[in-house]
């Protein structure tokens, strides 16, 4: 039975009110200005749209049970972005769970709303163990700019908001076998009320933490590694992950047929006394994909695993400057026949406890219809209350 984005909410509620325990609620909103140009085959448009998200929080907590809920209300205002191909891709966008988890875009005059079921999760914890069922986060891998083994909620470092990812619905259980070791087992379903299995072991030991992937689903097999470690006393952070992946994609006659690869990055973090912190990373794949084949799975696993090059290189580098002045970089270079590049600068200014405001931007350079995405400038107000 499909249950709707808005029954999920209303039991949430009722249950936790009914329950003895401590409710919290709380709202944020994100107000992101955006200008760019859309370089997709069928268009080449300039762009300026308002994005506007209000989202609400209902958090639950008695004793050992817990409980959460995030709700969305989006709003995108621009005709020039509203009329593009882009946003018409964005409206049909859904996330792959057996229950819809936003209703359809309304339109109006230059603009258009929906809202969406971002977050709804119960779980139970104690000392040993953490049961979690709902629309929640999938967490694998340690990549800081990418996560080729996180088959679930992989990063998208090209976005404004990387870590805006849909939820999956899942059923997910962690138990630990001692202080520094942990095995977890996921169960999700998707749209087509198929099932996507994961289970990974972690455990410290004597120089690392070292973990173990595994995904199993009617279309993709994943096994991997994870770690992630201190270089003796430098205080350089070391990290890798990588997995051999198994999956099938389709061609343009809606046939399937099967790919096999390897994919996986190796990276290096250091903070220094300065306030600055640095990070560099490198990611492989054995195997590259066409714009084409990426625009034919869009709903496939391995979408995140679509590359266009077999090597990127990236590097962020973040600073304090004081106690409400951040910048941060974030630089990616894609080597494929011919080379592209990525550049986001962002200057972020913490008002007060409760407003913080963003300058940002996305430089594309290289090759015409990269992965890597395309300009755009924006301004970002976030307000929390």
């Known amino acids: 039975m499909i249950i709707s984005s808005k029954k999920l909410f209303f039991l949430f509620l009722f249950f936790a009110e009914s329950l003895s325990g401590d409710v919290d609620y709380r709202v944020t909103n994100t107000n992101i200005t955006v200008t760019g140009d859309s370089s997709l085959q069928s268009e080449n448009k ?42 018409e891709y964005l409206k049909n966008s859904r996330s792959d769970t057996p229950f819809e988890t936003q209703t359809n875009f309304k ?19 104690d000392a040993k ?14 990549g800081r700019i990418w996560t080729p083994t996180n088959i679930f909620n992989p990063r998208n470092s090209y976005a404004i908001e990387p870590d805006e990812i849909y939820g999956v619905s899942a059923l997910s259980y962690l138990r630990h076998l001692s202080d520094t070791s942990h095995i977890t087992i996921v169960a999700s379903q998707n749209k087509e009320k198929k099932f996507k299995y994961a289970g990974q072991y972690k455990g410290y ?7 173990l992937n595994a995904v199993n689903s009617d279309k993709t097999k994943m096994i991997g590694y994870e770690i992630e470690g201190n270089l003796a006393e430098t205080g350089v952070e070391l990290r890798s992950e990588a997995g051999y992946i198994r999956s099938s994609l ?51 696993d391995i979408l995140s695993n679509l590359v266009n090059s077999n090597f990127y290189s990236g590097v962020t580098l973040s600073y304090s400057l004081n106690l409400f002045l951040d910048a941060s970089l974030l630089y990616i270079e894609s080597f494929g026949d011919k080379n592209s590049r990525f550049i986001s ?10 407003n913080s405001f963003t300058l940002g931007a996305q430089i594309v350079g290289g090759k015409r219809e990269s992965e890597l995405g395309e300009n755009s400038y924006f301004f970002k107000w976030s307000l929390s209350f």
């Open 46 to 87: 300039s762009y300026i749209y308002n994005y506007n998200r209000a989202r609400f929080y209902a958090d639950y907590e008695q004793e050992r049970y817990f409980g959460s809920v995030i709700g969305d209300i989006v709003n995108y205002y621009g005709d020039s972005y509203t009329s593009s191909n882009i946003f």
């Open 345 to 354: 600068p962002s200057l972020s200014y913490t008002l007060n406890d409760y």
């Open 205 to 211: 030991l004597s120089f690392a933490d070292i973990g």
């Open 250 to 300: 389709e061609d343009e006659f809606n046939q399937e047929y099967e790919v096999e690869f390897f994919q996986g990055i190796i990276g290096a973090e250091y903070g220094f006394k300065n306030g600055v912190t640095l990070v560099f990373e490198t990611l492989y794949s054995s195997k590259d994909f066409t714009y084409e084949e990426v625009v034919l799975n869009l709903r496939s």
């Open 129 to 142: 163990n953490r049961v979690v069922a709902g629309l929640q986060n999938i967490s694998m891998g340690v």
């Open 107 to 125: 339109d109006y005059g230059k603009g258009a709303v929906y809202a969406k079921l971002y977050r709804a999760y119960v779980g139970y914890e």
